[in-house]
């Protein structure tokens, strides 16, 4: 089985043969489809501080502006964080794509 893999964050910071795997590429900006695209994705790959910002933060149960929205959005469960490099990263940093997958 092919995997659908979204890379969230700046596409200027990816490889130019990868960029067609971010969510800029994919989406265009548009809230429907960024929606539509991260349900899809069987992998969603971020920096560790990219994973607690505000594009997932919507769709996230601990999420304080998800408490907040008045309509029903659906929400994000990661089933495995896999940290890349993580002796590279502070303890902190590696909490918040952790935090994530509550």
Known sequence: KDLKAIRLG??????????????????????????????????VVSSCIGAGGDLLAPFLATSSSHK?????????????????EAAQATEPQCLVPLATAL
């Open 10 to 43: 700046n596409p200027a910071s990816v490889r130019p043969n990868l960029r067609h795997a971010t969510l800029d590429a994919m989406t265009q900006n548009d809230p429907d489809a960024i929606t539509e695209i991260l349900f899809q994705a069987d992998v």
């Open 68 to 84: 907040k929205n008045s309509q029903i959005t659906p929400i994000l469960k990661f089933g495995l964080v896999l940290i890349d």
